[in-house]
């Protein structure tokens, strides 16, 4: 069955360090795999897609399907990061679901 | 600016009373999904539309039914709501392009009583 696995419910960094969000998934096609966020107060929102192989805001991703695994990560850590992240998986059949992840809170402690 | 809106922000309905929860939408996406969200939970999608096609996820409960008139609009009803439905429910929508990413509501918290 799909599944999309984020082992860690909280994660805490000091500003300045790394961070790496974890995500593995279990599908037996060739997946799509985005990286979600939700800030305080606001609306889940994409952040990036490993299709399109971009950084956005520092972070980047990048699938090993060797390891089903896609995790986020960043060089150093900002306090504007701290929110809720979700990884989520897509049928790349066409059927346009997505399976998300239970989801990472990030704190970046100053 | 294009997006995708839900009302209320805030429901409150009693145990067993039916409610409906709305989702409009800017964006001319020809896709619409309903998730429901509890606490400490991944989103959990409960059904979508393809255009006026319906497509119902294999374990969403009868309890749950939606219609969607137009384009634009969206509606979860849940005809006899339990305490187990208290949660938040988000609504998104996508374009048939490619693989699509998924453009999200704010969320309605629904409360039981």
């Known amino acids: 069955a799909q599944r999309v696995t984020q082992p860690e419910k909280l994660l805490s960094v000091f500003k300045g360090a790394p961070v790496e969000l974890k995500c593995n998934y279990s599908?037996?096609?060739?997946?799509?795999l985005f990286w979600y966020v939700q800030y305080s107060r606001q609306r889940l929102q994409l952040l990036l897609r490993?299709?399109s192989r971009e950084s956005i805001k520092g972070f980047t991703a990048d699938l090993n399907k060797g390891e089903t695994s896609f995790h986020l990560k960043k060089p150093f850590a900002q306090e504007e990061d701290s929110a809720m992240y979700y990884c989520?998986?897509?049928?790349?059949?066409?059927?346009?679901?997505?399976?998300f992840g239970t989801g990472t809170r990030l704190k970046v402690l100053a | 600016d294009a997006m995708v809106i839900q009302n209320p922000r805030y429901q409150v309905t009693q145990f067993g009373k039916p409610v409906t929860l709305s989702c409009s939408q800017t964006?001319?996406?020809?896709?619409m999904y309903w998730y429901q969200q509890k606490s400490s939970q991944a989103p959990k999608l409960l059904f979508h539309?393809?255009?006026?096609?319906?497509?119902n996820e294999a374990d969403t409960p009868d309890n749950f039914q939606s219609r969607r008139p137009n384009t634009s609009f969206c509606f979860l009803d849940i005809r006899s709501p339990g305490l187990g439905d208290a949660a938040m429910y988000l609504c998104?929508?996508?374009?048939?392009?490619?693989?699509?990413?998924?453009?999200f509501g704010p969320g309605t918290r629904l409360l039981v009583l």
């Open positions: 998104a929508t996508s374009r048939e392009t490619g693989v699509p990413t998924q453009y």
């Open positions: 599908y037996s096609g060739s997946p799509e």
């Open positions: 490993h299709i």
């Open positions: 989520a998986l897509s049928e790349a059949s066409g059927t346009y679901k997505y399976i």
């Open positions: 964006l001319n996406h020809n896709v």
């Open positions: 539309y393809y255009d006026k096609d319906f497509n």
